[in-house]
């Protein structure tokens, strides 16, 4: 299914990335306490049995026995960072009885109450984690780990708003690692802390950071001489490292985690690299490597013993039978994930099953049951809030609909799959906005500060100017006219400072209205020009709706730089077609909207045929490549025939929207228009719209259908 069950498993699978599950280990060590915990006893019993027996020697004893105990409680809680992950429920038990066999306001206590807060996170249990917070904010005052406090806690809350998918809040948290100490720092929470970071900058689009990070938490396992720990981290960068196009780098990084986790090796983080080294040869010419390395995965993942990464397994295997079209197989594989899933009770594997159960169905032609699977999956992502994974799930339900032939269906997948997409926008540029009003704030307050100095350097000045004036009216009543050329001076000066403020705020005012990569106007100045142009409460001309064709193709093919080109040269030939009073936008990713001010239903579509033309005529060139291109558009003019009805402009978008998507889905590199709807009001012209697709082909919808020029060979 793409990537999105690839993302969802890798999640989840680096969750528990360098945590074995061998449970021998985790005994043993339990035996290990117990035997330190009877010589600390017997100790000084035997001690006292020596002729000489003395204090000094019953001290000294039971130092050496406290040491040894210390040592055999590092060494279980090494093990259980190790395996907690992937039987959290388990191990949760655990950790509270090495909790409590460590002695008050040590380095162990703290230890093993920072992973009890790791697991309560990975389980989402708001009141055991809230607890584990008190405890760590209770933390004794006498205690020498005192100093280790706000770390834990920026760890114990960083991990919670992972679990939640508050990645933004969480990679904010995390930039104050760079107050922390590294040299007075413990070094496993300091490692956790600085991978956990790696993971959630990747996950949030900074890959830049995270690849910086994920160096850096490198570099602390390499310290710490743990190699387990530095296959986790090289996974990550591989990750990463696959994410940002460099390809090159994450098979090395891959390759690399291999080495480090075959010196160290455990079934769970056997299986997190191989997970890995199976996305990173999908894009591999020959698919046997990320086969080979996706049922190695399976087998780690069932020698570990753990229902929740057999499915997750599963799940990826499945994910790459669908993407080869061997839908069969890849029922058979999503079927027995669900079963693990539900066995387990891990409600975002069991999505994830179901997802690729109803698409396999699909592939199948068995539509009406493969759609209710998926509507499903996607019902249970709403219901836990997960935006973008039901905008991803809409999206690919639309391109395998298309795929079966099932084009209403796609449409109608693709129209809620942007409504989504549009809402989980909406969702991040609220929190961006509430983010952004404090540094907003603050700048203001420079600003007027500022503007407060400047203000009081020109009263000053003119403070200086009068008293010059007087001195010079006083000392030689026949200088006026060099008195008054003074004041002409200063008031030039005065006028100067005033008009270069203004023009400052207007650069600033319109670099916020523009799209800095194409230089075309944002969604910010479209809302604010289209009031302008709107009378009455409904929208006057024609709006065109303008997607790049199988633009995601395009920058996995041949990088982001070359979508980057791309997205330029559409805004330029947008751009050249246009006339100067037209408004045209950058609406968002790959897409592009127009308004003109004509209502005429011929000119709109002289014009969808000339955007279509001047997109797809030529291919871009980008450095020796010629990338051919091509797009989708939908348009419509207002007021809408034969009724002459207007519309809002949010309703007029979501209907060019809908046409647009019709010409996706039924072949690309074409342009459908609305040319008249058969309805008597608003409410009817609203209701048609959603269901446009059959009431065009009722008779009730008109449309215009315009063809793009024939495509030139790929590079």
Known sequence: MSMLGVLRATEQARTAAGRPGARPCARALEGAAVLALALSLAMPLLSGCGPQGSADNTRDAAASAAGVQDRALQAELEQQERIASAHPREHLRELQAIESRAAPGSSERLEALSQRAALLAQLRDRTGHEAAVEALKAWPETSPVRAQIPLALMLARAQWLKANGELGAGVRLLGGLAEIDAAKADRRMLWRATELRAYMQGDYGEVDAAVESGLKALEQARAMGSRWRAATNDATLAFNYFRSQQFDHALRAAREALEAAQQDPDPVLMYSVHTILGIVHSQDEDPRLSQQAREQALQYAR????????????????????????????????????????????????????????????????LDEGKRDVLQAITMDAQREAGSYTAEAWLELGGYLEKADDLPGAVDAYHRARKEFDAVLRDETRKAVLEAQARFEDQQRQREIRLLN??????????????????????????????????????????????????????????????????????????????????????????????????????????????????????????????????????????????????????????????????????????????????????????????????????????????????????????????????????????????????????????????????EGRA
């Open 303 to 366: 020698e570990a013993q753990a229902p929740g990464l057999q499915a997750l397994a599963l799940g990826n295997l499945a994910d790459y039978e669908l993407r080869s079209g061997n839908y069969a197989r890849a029922l058979e594989l999503s079927t027995q994930s669900l079963a693990l899933a539900h066995e387990d009770g891990e409600i975002s594997t069991e999505i994830l099953a179901r997802h690729n159960m109803g698409i396999a169905k699909i592939g199948l032609k068995r």
């Open 454 to 711: 400047q203000d009081n350097s020109l009263k000053a000045e003119q403070i200086r100017t009068r008293d010059l004036q007087l001195k010079l009216w006083a000392e030689v009543g026949g200088c006026v006219l060099l008195s008054g050329a003074l004041l002409a001076l200063a008031y030039r000066r005065i006028r100067r400072t005033n008009a270069a403020l203004a023009q400052t705020n207007e650069s600033l005012r319109v670099q916020s209205e523009r799209d800095p990569l194409t230089g075309l106007a944002n969604r910010r100045h479209f809302q604010q020009a289209i009031a302008q142009r709107t009378r009455e409460g409904g929208l006057r001309g024609s709006l065109f709706l303008i997607d790049i064709d199988h633009f995601k193709r395009i920058n996995d093919q041949w990088g982001h730089a070359a979508g980057d080109t791309v997205l330029v040269e559409v805004a330029r030939r947008l751009s050249s077609v246009l006339r100067e009073q037209d408004l045209v936008v950058r609406w968002g990713g790959e897409e592009f909207l127009i308004l003109v001010n004509s209502e005429a239903t011929e000119d709109a579509r002289q014009l969808g045929q000339r955007l279509l033309d001047q997109i797809g005529g030529q291919p871009v060139d980008h450095g020796p490549l010629r990338i051919p291109i091509s797009a989708s558009i939908g348009f419509a003019s207002f007021p809408m025939a034969p009724q002459d009805l207007t519309l809002e402009w949010e309703r007029a978008i979501d209907l060019v929207d809908t046409v647009m998507y019709m010409a996706k889905a039924h072949g690309r590199n074409k342009a459908y228009g609305v040319a008249a709807m058969q309805a008597r009001d608003r409410d009817q012209l609203l209701a048609l719209a959603g269901r446009i697709e059959s009431a065009w082909h009722q008779g009730q919808v008109q449309l215009v259908s315009l063809l793009g020029p024939v495509q």
